[in-house]
């Protein structure tokens, strides 16, 4: 069973950065897509960020310019680096990562709270 972790988050000023983290506990064929969503309280969760393996990235609008994704194929890693935090930026990250088929898999979040 292949299981996500995630690391990073925390309570931070507006403008201020995070750099959050996820590693898979599989050493084995690397994710096809690797990504970050978030969901914020009362709200649905939505994507932030996606990254194949080939590095091809995509961005939510509302990050664009501001977050950076990045992995490491032979570890299994995602990351991302967040600049220039806003508080609309608060909520709980979710890792996700998935081969070419099913099944979808999801880190347990790691919490971002950004103050004014």
């Known amino acids: 069973q292949v299981q996500l972790v995630e690391s990073g988050g925390g309570l931070v000023q507006a403008g201020s950065s995070l750099r959050l983290s996820c590693a898979a506990s599989t050493r084995g064929a690397s994710f096809a897509v690797m990504g970050w969503y978030r969901q914020a309280p009362g709200k649905q969760r939505e994507l932030v960020a996606t990254?194949?393996?080939?590095?091809?990235?995509t961005y939510a609008d509302s990050v664009k310019g501001r977050f950076t994704i990045s992995r490491d194929n032979a570890k299994n890693t995602v990351y991302l680096q967040m600049n220039s935090l806003k508080p609309e930026d608060t909520g709980v990250y979710f890792c996700h990562a998935r081969y070419l088929g099913p099944p979808d898999y999801w880190g347990q979040g790691t919490q971002v709270t950004v103050s004014s």
């Open positions: 990254i194949t393996r080939g590095l091809t990235q």
